[in-house]
Structure formats: C-alpha cells, structure tokens
C-alpha cells in the first residue's frame, strides 16, 4: 500500500489566494482527519469524516475552510481567501474507523506558506 | 473530556543514556494510549499504543511505555538513547463515544535531542 498521499508537498502563495490541499487516504480506511501543525498551537485537528461524511467540523479556524470528502478516496481542504497566519503544515490522516483502539496512518504532509 | 499533557517540550540526552518522555492524560473513561513519533518533514508514526491487557507495551525501535491508571500517566521509555531516535514525540488519547470516537486527543510534543 502506498500510504494516505497528499498533494501538493510544498505550497508557497499569496495573501488573498485561494489553496486546495488534496488527500487520498488508505484504501479500505472509513475514516479521515485533517490536522494542521503549528508551532504555536501543535498539532489541531480541523475536522474528520466517518464513511465520507463530516463528523466534527469544530476546528475548522472560520469560514475560510472548507473540506470535502466525495468519495471514500480523496478528501480536500480548501481555504479560501488565504491569509499568512494560514501557514502551517497540513496533515491527513486515515484509519479504519469503528473503535477508538483504530491507529491513525499518517500522509507525508502539506507544507503551506502564505505570503 | 479527554486530554493529553506532556511535561517538557525538550528533551535532551546523551548516546547511551536513558530517554524518559513525560505524558498525563485525562479521560472520564478507560482510555486507549498512543505514542507517535515525526521525524523531520515527515508525517506521525505510531511508536506503541496501550488498549487493554498487559500495561507494559513495547514499540518499535526498543521504546516502552507503561500505563500507570492510578497515576493517570502513560511515560514512554528507552533504555540506550541512539542518535536515530532524536525527532519529536506526541502522546495521544482517543476520544470514547460520540463524535469522538476513533478521534485521537494530542500533546504539544516533546522534541528529544540525543547529543553524541
């Protein structure tokens, strides 16, 4: 298995931009997380989904985020207008859901920058 | 509510020597207990994690941690700290019921350096 991918790896933009991070999870994984890593706040987790469909979305920072999960392979989250406070790295992370003993596969990470 | 508090953000130790890594959770249920490790510009990994059974468990790359309920700590440990293992290390608690099942609670990290 290849691992959850996320795409893009690096992410350098402007203030005002809009920013789409891609997520493909494990297959078979019915869950998926989106954290955002920062030195200031550590690792936050911005919203997750049970078989496609959000779960908790109470960590998303403000109605700048968004995140979709159409199908059960691939998950975006997008923040639009950006802003430089936004730069962070962002995690997706997949598991097959149902108790709380599941471990959590994490991807490689996103690595934005906003100027 | 569950919650994880890990003493020290930095960690330093000789080659050789012990690593201590400090983590307190809090959980108004049984909880289950995950050690993750990132090295540089990677994502977590899981070192060990503690569900049931047994409250000594043993990881990958010689760590330990053992559950201790009435001190409500989840401490992981290496006897010979090598130069490899200098990266950052996040406690974990997973969320019971609800909208927080399967959802993991996290510390803010303790950086281990190992100092040659």
């Known amino acids: 298995d290849a691992g959850v991918i996320q795409s893009p790896r690096h992410e350098v933009t402007e203030m005002g931009q809009e920013v789409t991070l891609r997520c493909k999870p494990i297959s078979g994984h019915n869950s998926l997380f989106w954290y955002r890593q920062t030195m200031m706040r550590g690792l936050e987790l911005l919203i997750y989904?049970?078989?496609?469909?959000?779960?908790?979305d109470s960590g998303m920072p403000e109605d700048r985020f968004s995140a979709k999960m159409p199908n059960a392979s691939f998950s975006t989250l997008k923040i639009q207008p950006s802003e430089p406070r936004d730069s962070a790295v962002y995690f997706c992370a997949s598991t097959k859901g149902g108790t709380g003993a599941n471990v959590l596969t994490f991807g490689a990470g996103s690595r934005l920058t906003v100027l | 509510a569950q919650s994880v508090t890990q003493l020290g953000s930095h960690v330093s130790v000789s080659e050789g020597a012990l690593v201590l890594l400090r983590c307190n959770y809090s959980?108004?249920?049984?909880?289950?207990l995950f050690w993750y490790v990132q090295y540089p510009n990677q994502g977590l990994q899981l070192l060990l994690k503690y569900t049931t059974g047994a409250t000594l468990v043993k990881g990958i790359n010689g760590f330990e941690a053992e559950f201790k309920k009435s001190e409500t700590s989840f401490h992981l440990t290496k006897p010979s700290a090598h130069m490899s293992d200098a990266a950052e290390y996040f406690c974990a608690v997973s969320g019971f019921r609800g909208s927080t099942l399967g959802r993991l609670y996290f510390g803010r990290g303790t950086q281990l350096t190992v100092w040659p």
């Open positions: 959980s108004s249920v049984p909880p289950y």
């Open positions: 989904f049970n078989n496609n469909v959000p779960i908790d």
